[in-house]
């Protein structure tokens, strides 16, 4: 079974201001409702409160994955500053993370090439767990800050010589703006602020972002099909619109070009052609830790 070719799908490839900012909204308007929640919880109740702020937070990564592609917007410069800064919270560059999703999407499940598969699927229960947690994440993305400070990003394959210096000034100018910001909010509202805005959210929300990234692709095949490589995770509407449509991973990964907005409707056709149709990563995780166990 084939899929459509590139030509045919162009007709979903329009991409829009408009549905970017609505979009944009939405999730601003999550952010300042999850964080007054914070800023109001009684006693213990904050605690739930800073994991429903992280969930939010977390989520941002879905508008910093799609402007990588510049198909949150129209306009290029919405995409380059609206996904620098959907990077900051969880520590994301968005120019070394253009490199490095350039090269997932040209060798997806490469064990060799893909960046992503530097760190392979869990095989253990154990592995698993680790995985979860978030350690490798915060390592990597730490190891990653601590060379662009250094200027010395030879390490990545994927980073040129021509565009280590960009990425470089990029990821000191991400470390400024976060150690300033969290000293501003520290000196402005109380050493506590930056714990329980942005430190504590984040650590208790990773985890969630772990397990829905881990479905992407794990278990898909390591060949270059993208209707077998790559899984669609059928889910609730309250998930799709948080993550931005990108559930439908199966679908963006045949056709990078088509903006989040479209995704649904390039689903429609390519359904029944898609190797890995998840219903729920809930089930998908059981699964997986069932087939770990064994």
Known sequence: ?????????????????????????????????AGALVALAPGWWVVPAMLLLGIVQVALFAPFHETSHYTAFASRRANAVVGWLAGLPALYN??????????????????????????????TLDGYAFRVLSIPYWRFRLTVLRDGLRGDLSTYPYIGEAQAPRVIRSIRAEVAVLAGGALLAATLFGWQAPFLFWILPQLMAQP????????EHTGCSTDRNGLTNTRTVLTSPVLRLLMWNMP???????????????????????????????????RFHADYVRSLRA
Do not use: N
């Open 248 to 282: 439908y991973h199966a679908e963006h990964h045949l056709y990078p070009f088509i903006p989040f907005h479209r995704l649904a409707d390039a689903h429609g056709l390519l359904k029944e052609k898609l190797a890995h149709l998840q219903p729920g990563y809930a």
């Open 94 to 123: 968005w120019h070394f993370y253009q490199l490095y999703h350039t090269a997932h999407h040209r060798f997806t499940q490469d064990p060799e090439r893909d960046p992503e598969l530097a760190t392979p699927p869990p095989t």
């Open 1 to 33: 079974m084939q899929a459509p070719s590139a030509a045919e799908m162009r007709i979903f490839a329009s991409r829009s201001d408009a549905e970017g900012w609505r979009q944009l909204a939405i999730h601003a308007a999550l952010l300042l409702g």
């Open 208 to 215: 969630l972002m772990r397990l829905y990234l881990l479905a």
